[in-house]
């Protein structure tokens, strides 16, 4: 059976597969009741279902974004509650979809240079006007058979330190933290087993973090409560969800992690802050 809450999910709006109506189409089927799209650099996912909110008031959504935080504390931020309307925010998150569009026509150069003839246009189309990234590229890799699935693409091409990996040139961490707070947003620490230690947390708790993704997919029962008491130890608010992207992806099961309502209440509290 499904979870009830979802607060980590892609669309088309940045590198997940479903649009966002599908996405919501989807939540409504399985019955979720909290939901949060959190598109790379972008909210156009949350906008897109603006109809289909007010159509199911049964399911509450909150406003999220994912952003990279680069430099030397490399780590990717959930925004919670961010404004949408915040036109200082808006600027911000259009110069760093323009700066993905710079960066993988810098990796397709490098994959061109490899002998793998890469169209920079095809990669485009298939973001669909949405905020563009490696796994585009890595599908492109897919459709030319060059690899099987994103994953490969990722670990023989664009992974960091890849042949084709080129820096995204965003905000450090401490500038991320700060863009999300700005717009009112909760700053959260994505993923955290990806590269997450208790120093690395602390510096990042320094920096004005204010909460820990503890439910993910890839974490054990036994990380995830190593992650709880660390939230915990740094009063952290805790979150939790899929990382959908949707069919096609490693990423393809909706509300796959058992996320506890507690969580939700928490996030909101700190919110009316």
């Known amino acids: 059976m499904p979870s009830l809450i979802d607060l980590h999910t892609h669309t088309t709006a940045s590198d997940g597969t479903l649009s966002p109506e599908r996405l919501f189409a989807l939540a409504v089927e399985l019955k979720i009741r909290v939901l949060s799209i959190t598109d790379h650099d972008s909210l156009e996912g949350l906008q897109a279902t603006r109809a289909l909110q007010a159509a199911h008031p049964e399911i509450r959504v909150i406003p999220g974004i994912e952003m990279s935080a680069e430099g030397e504390i490399y780590c990717h931020l959930l925004g919670y509650f961010v404004d949408a309307k915040n036109p ?131 974490h054990s029962r036994s990380l995830t409560q190593r992650y709880l008491e660390l939230a915990g130890t740094y009063n952290l608010i805790v979150t939790g969800g899929s990382d959908f992207h949707g069919p096609k992806t490693q990423r393809d099961e909706l509300a796959c992690v058992d996320v506890p309502e507690s969580v939700v209440d928490a996030l909101v509290r700190a919110a009316q802050v």
């Open 88 to 218: 200082l925010f808006q600027a911000k998150l259009s110069g760093l979809r323009r700066r993905r569009l710079d960066r993988v026509a810098e990796m397709v150069k490098k994959i061109n240079a490899m002998g793998v003839e890469v169209d920079y246009n095809r990669v485009i189309a298939l973001a669909s006007g949405g905020s563009v990234g490696r796994p585009h590229l890595a599908d492109v890799l897919m459709e030319m058979g060059v690899v099987k699935n994103r994953q490969e693409a990722f670990d023989r091409f664009l992974k960091k330190d890849g042949p084709a990996y080129v820096p995204a040139g965003g905000p450090t961490a401490g500038e991320t933290i700060a863009l999300i707070r700005a717009a009112g947003g909760i700053p959260v620490l994505a993923h955290p087993s990806y590269y997450t230690n208790p120093e690395f947390l602390k510096r990042l708790v320094d920096l004005g973090l204010m909460g820990l993704e503890v439910y993910y997919p890839d």
